[in-house]
């Protein structure tokens, strides 16, 4: 799950990413500081903000879930009013058979409704 600081609303996004030599499937559930009044399409400066994880969990296949966050990971997302993303993900060596994992999260991301893509 990731948390925006003054978060209102929800909405969830679920993306597949490499991890080691297999896929996991990571889900999240965005909170986005957002007053949904009217039928107004969302825009990138509706849920601009700084997100951090709260829940960040694998299962690697036949073994048991881990906890990303409990062994020291951390997965933080800017989301800028241009639909510019920065950030990190780390995951610690010791949950990926003795390879850390830093990647920056620098991309983009659009809105369609109130789904987040991100690119």
Excluded: H, W
Aim: hydrophobic share 40%; proline share 5%.
């Amino acid at each position: 799950m990731i948390d925006k600081v003054g978060a209102l609303g929800s909405n969830t996004r679920t993306c597949v990413m490499p991890y080691d030599a297999y896929l996991v499937t990571i889900a999240c559930t965005t909170a986005v500081g957002v007053g949904c009044a009217g039928s107004d399409p969302l825009e990138a400066a509706d849920i601009a903000g700084n997100y951090s994880a709260t829940t960040l969990t694998v299962t690697p296949p036949g073994q048991p879930t881990v906890d990303i966050l409990a062994a020291g990971g951390i997965l933080t997302v800017v989301l800028a009013t241009d639909g510019s993303t920065s950030g990190l993900l780390s995951v610690p060596a010791g949950v990926n058979g003795g390879t850390a994992i830093n990647e920056s999260m620098i991309g983009t991301f659009t809105l369609n409704g109130k789904v987040v893509r991100f690119a």
